[in-house]
């Protein structure tokens, strides 16, 4: 049994560790801020995610899954809120945007 503990505590901490490679690697080599913000978020909500999950997986008490489902709902609500206000403020800052953008919904008037 604790070699099935071991490989699924190793299993999570590689997602965890894969999420957080990608988006290190997504600030680095994204164009603009706007898309780096994207890699911030998203990369570290989830690889704290699979990281925890080992930790819960490899200490097993109750009150370590009870702080880590805490830790992990408190994450996924902020880190998304606090990426969306400081892309508002960059653009309310009139940061620019990369010359390869697509779509902006921000350019249009309210209807």
């Known amino acids: 049994m604790s070699l099935l503990i071991d490989l699924v505590v190793a299993f999570f901490l590689l997602i965890g560790l894969f999420f957080m490679f990608v988006s290190a690697l997504g ?3 994204l164009p603009d801020a706007y898309l780096r913000l994207h890699a ?18 490899h200490l097993g008490t109750a009150e370590v899954g009870l702080k880590a489902l805490i830790v992990i709902v ?32 921000s350019s249009r008037s309210a209807e």
């Open 27 to 29: 600030i680095v080599r």
């Open 74 to 105: 408190f994450v996924f609500i902020a880190n998304p809120i606090g990426s969306h206000l400081l892309a508002k403020a960059a653009l309310r800052g009139g940061h620019p945007k990369w010359e390869g953008t697509v779509g902006d919904e």
């Open 40 to 57: 911030a978020s998203k990369g570290p909500t989830l690889g704290l995610m699979g990281m925890l999950l080992a930790a819960v997986f």
